[in-house]
T-cell receptor, first 113, second 114 residues
Framework: DVKVTQSSRYLVKRTGEKVFLECVQD?????MFWYRQDPGLGLRLIYF???????EKGDIPEGYSVSREKKERFSLILESASTNQTSMYLC????????????FGQGTRLTVV | KNQVEQSPQSLIILEGKNCTLQ??????????LRWYKQDTGRGPVSLTI?????NTKSNGRYTATLDADTKQSSLHITASQLSDSASYIC?????????????FGTGTRLKVLA
């Protein structure tokens, strides 16, 4: 069964901590995405990557960075976590050049206290 | 501006009843439209995907329709079950600079009561 796997379902971190959210896909997809989901706002794109070592800013990149050292892994980094980054984070992947199949990970619920 | 709007925002129905969720979009150039079901605290799971030329697509008790002229889609749930309680998200894919991007609606929260 092909899938996108996020390393944690739930995380609680303190303000100012550096936080790493990991996402791995086993479908050899070129594209990987990080979204956050907040009530009433839907999913908003933070960053995406179209290839290894390649990244593009999405709609709300402030306060985040990403890393894509290997094709199957896309990491989201909160350099200094803040309470307004408390949210549900979702990773997705798709193949380049074809309509995205829209495969999402199970989500990471991050709480910053 | 590319936008996807869903209605209603929330809906409560009795088990066994049917319901229809709406999605209107102003997205160009359109690639495909997908409906997702998202259980509370979980990632979205794809229900259907429709391209420009498709009008109807079914997945069990879920039937999606697409009118590309009016830029409207609907998701019809037949004989609802308690397990249908979830958020339903409409997502439209666009092609921008040769790459695909998602435009998300804010979802409809469905509650099915016994």
């Amino acid at each position: 069964d092909v899938k996108v796997t996020q390393s944690s379902r739930y995380l609680v971190k303190r303000t100012g901590e550096k936080v790493f959210l990991e996402c791995v896909q086993d479908m050899d997809h070129e594209n990987m995405f990080w979204y956050r989901q907040d009530p009433g706002l839907g999913l908003r794109l933070i960053y995406f990557s179209y290839d290894v070592k390649m990244k593009e800013k999405g709609d709300i990149p402030e306060g985040y960075s990403v890393s894509r050292e290997k094709k199957e892994r896309f990491s989201l980094i909160l350099e200094s976590a803040s309470t307004n980054q408390t949210s549900m984070y979702l990773c997705a992947s798709s193949r380049r050049g074809a309509p995205p199949r829209g495969l999402f990970g199970q989500g990471t619920r991050l709480t910053v206290v | 501006k590319n936008q996807v709007e869903q209605s209603p925002q929330s809906l409560i129905i009795l088990e066994g009843k049917n319901c229809t969720l709406q999605c209107n979009y102003t997205v160009s150039p359109f690639s495909n439209l997908r409906w997702y079901k998202q259980d509370t605290g979980r990632g979205p799971v794809s229900l259907t995907i429709m391209t420009f030329s498709e009008n109807t697509k079914s997945n069990g008790r879920y039937t999606a329709t697409l009118d590309a002229d009016t830029k409207q889609s609907s998701l019809h749930i037949t004989a609802s079950q308690l397990s249908d309680s979830a958020s339903y998200i409409c997502v439209v894919s666009v092609v921008s600079s040769g790459t695909y991007k998602y435009i998300f609606g804010t979802g409809t929260r469905l509650k099915v009561l016994a």
